[in-house]
């Protein structure tokens, strides 16, 4: 306690140990110099494990590839969403059995992608078990690896067509298929036999092989003539799926006018029938010129009428040994239905078309008609100087 002097020299606390005793007065050195502060515990041998180490490593390393592919692939994703550098729209052919690796260079190589590697890995995610088909692509302008992928993937590739009309030989269709640009390989070595390719126009995507397309007419053709022959009117005098198809090849060449396809049939019916030479013009040709056929500008002329050849039904009775053309469809359904008429003669009305008569007298009348047209068109043809042998008559 204190005795209420202020001078006293003495005073009682708490000292710096925490203890009660007099308390110490301290310098003004002592008093601003730093006090101890109490060591760290010292870590225990568990936390200084090196196998504690490696698993905070491997934590550590852990966490650091999962945020790096998490952001490679949140980019990835949005390139692959992106819209792409192309400019505008361009074509892209993808061979047969090209690699995804390939076609991402490919891609990339022509500036279709921005990066090929992005496009190959997102792919194959999308992809699963679906692959990437052959052929030539239209890649719109802007088109995203996204977009490019599905397009790849569905197959709808750019489709050309190549047209073979009615009534060409198996020669000529041969020639056409020769000379398209698109498709490629070579064509069958032997040739099918004539009326056994279907006459149609043939859609195909590049890459195509020639062989390929003469196939597919085939096995049209085939079908189609089963499928009409199943339903021909039973009394035909036809005996075979061969001699049906030649029939139809006939009435094929004789006429391109639709409305007329049935009529001229009835004709070569009733002709057979009566055991009465077809008279074909176009069998003519066919014996003469083979699958080549005649030259536009070369008449028939009446040496050529007289000409003996197994085609020309001016010569033989019945019907040829082959066909002389590919028929279409109209063509096979005519005669296997044909018009019933008694008509068995028929001649050019000089206007694209044909009369038609059931009698000799009613076909000659017809006869002096068109020979009145024919020798206008002769005489003209006389004055230019082109005529060698004059055209034959009906």
């Known amino acids: 306690m204190s005795d209420g002097n202020e001078n006293s020299p003495m005073q009682f606390g708490r000292n710096e140990a925490g203890n009660k005793g007099p308390i110490i007065p301290k310098s003004a050195s002592e008093a601003l110099r730093p006090e101890k502060v109490p060591q760290p515990p010292k870590r225990s041998r568990k936390a200084r494990s090196q196998m504690v180490i490696f698993l905070n490593f491997l934590m550590t390393l852990v966490v650091l590839l999962t945020v790096a592919a998490a952001v490679t692939v949140y980019y990835a994703m949005s390139a692959y969403e992106a819209k792409g550098p192309l400019s505008a729209n361009t074509n892209f052919i993808v061979r047969n059995g090209a690699s995804i690796v390939e076609i991402a260079s490919s891609l990339e190589r022509n500036s279709i992608v921005s990066d090929g590697r992005v496009f190959r890995f997102m792919s194959e995610a999308y992809l699963d078990n679906d692959t990437l088909k052959a052929g030539e692509y239209e890649i719109k302008a802007g ?26 030989t198996v020669k000529q269709m041969f020639s056409r298929l020769s000379a398209d640009p698109v498709l490629e390989g070579d064509l069958p070595a032997d040739l099918p036999a ?26 049209a053709q085939k079908t189609l003539v089963d499928q009409i022959w199943a339903r021909r009117n039973p009394d035909l005098p036809i005996e075979s799926r061969d001699e049906f198809v030649t029939l139809a090849s006939i009435v094929e060449k004789e006429t391109g006018i639709a409305d007329e396809r049935s009529r001229v049939a009835s004709v070569f019916i009733n002709r057979l029938e009566k055991n009465m030479r077809l008279q074909s013009d176009p069998t003519i040709i066919y014996g003469i010129f083979g699958g080549e056929g005649k030259p536009a500008d ?37 005669v296997a239905n044909p018009s019933r008429t008694s008509d068995l003669y028929f001649v050019a009305d000089g206007t694209g078309g044909h009369v038609f008569a059931g009698t000799l007298d009613e076909h000659n009348a017809n006869v002096r008609r068109w020979r009145k047209l024919e020798a206008e068109k002769a005489a003209a043809a006389k004055a230019a100087g082109t005529a060698e042998e004059t055209p034959a008559q009906p």
């Open 194 to 219: 004539e009326g056994t390719l279907r006459p149609d126009t043939y859609k195909f995507s590049r890459g195509t092989k020639r062989a390929e397309i003469v196939a597919q007419m085939a096995a």
């Open 143 to 168: 088109a995203t690896m996204q977009e490019i992928m599905q397009l790849l993937k569905s197959g709808k590739s750019i489709l050309y067509s190549v047209s073979l009309p009615e009534g060409l």
């Open 298 to 334: 070369r008449p028939i002329f009446r040496s050529d009428i007289d000409k003996e050849t197994p085609y020309n039904t001016y010569v033989i009775k019945g019907l040829p040994p082959t066909p002389i053309a590919n028929p279409g469809r109209a063509a096979l359904e005519a």
